[in-house]
């Protein structure tokens, strides 16, 4: 054989090694656990924190000690957004459900009135007596009877939507490309591109006695995104040889969601229960992470506790906004399960 022919089949043999190698890693036979490979990754499961978690579980001094029950309604996506590959929506459905686990952690006393399907099944069973309590019961008052008055109603309601997705608001980009002028001469290619987006939220608490509006707010967050990329091309005798590395991030849409959620939800219950000013993290002072010192100073000492039903102040951000989830990392900070922390 001489060393063309040796060439022309030592190709599709290449080709034949890679493709069993890389099918070494699935085999046709289940193992003794019953899977055919071993799923890589092995990030374990942490907390959903924000940055106002540990301003939630701190309010729960002031909710245990004057229990307000609190229902949560519908938080719906009002952005129509739809991505582009019709893979579904750009924001998440689960708005209402943030809002029952930030109310959770601050120790708020919640009444189900989102999905209630359930409950209204059993009461349905329960009229026809056809459920029971007690499964082992013999006789006729083994059904389940129906109490006039079993069930606790609110006090208040939380609903409203989020009504911002504006994609690129802002982007910049650098690119720059160099090299020899030879046609065969080493060349390389290096670029960095940064843009801007925001979503926003509006939530309103309502009395559910009188259907009052009480408290109204309105918030909104930008969310930042990067891609670097690098690349060299060259000619290596005669081969070519050409490279290319880059990294791209994209600030957690959901979490800004939950972030903004959370936010809203600590100003609203610390309304609501008048907890007093810097107790906790408050919304605008200088240990609020998502703003400047600037940003809603705190009352004069001077002035009257506010209220729920007189108070619509809100904050802003400012461009001291940066690293906005700096305390969010791979370590849990809720060593135990459930939504609420102790306290320190």
Known sequence: MNSRSRKHLLKPLTFVLAAMALSGCISTTPDSSGRY?????????????????????????????????????????????????????????????????????????????????????????????????????????????????????????????????????????????????????????????????????????????????VDVISYQKQIIGRQIQAGVFDFLGHTFFDASVGESALEPIQLAVRSVVERAVVEMVSRLYRVPDSTCARIGAPDDPLAGPDDNPPLPPSSPTPTPATTSRESHNDESQQDPYRDYSAVDPVAQPGLRGELD
């Open 37 to 213: 490979t071993h799923p890589i990754g092995g990030s374990p499961v942490i907390a959903n924190e924000t940055p106002y978690s540990a301003a939630l579980r701190c309010l729960d001094t002031y909710t245990a000690s004057k229990p307000l029950r609190i229902a949560v309604g519908q938080i719906a996506d009002y952005t129509g957004k739809v991505g582009s590959d019709n893979s579904g929506r750009d924001i998440t459905q689960g708005a209402a459900l943030m809002a029952m686990s930030a109310l959770a952690k601050a120790g708020v006393p919640l009444v189900e009135r989102f999905d209630t399907s359930v409950a209204e099944l059993e009461l349905k069973y329960a009229n026809n007596k056809l459920i029971t309590d007690d499964p082992n019961g013999d006789g006729e008052g083994a059904y389940r009877r129906i109490m006039a008055g079993s069930i606790p109603g609110s006090d208040y309601y939380l609903v409203g939507g989020i009504t911002e997705l504006n994609f690129n608001i802002r982007s910049t980009g650098a690119n720059a490309d160099g090299g020899d002028t030879a046609t065969d001469g080493i060349k390389g290619t290096a670029g960095i591109n940064t843009y801007v987006m925001n979503v926003g939220l509006d939530l309103r608490l309502v009395d559910t006695h009188t259907l009052e509006v």
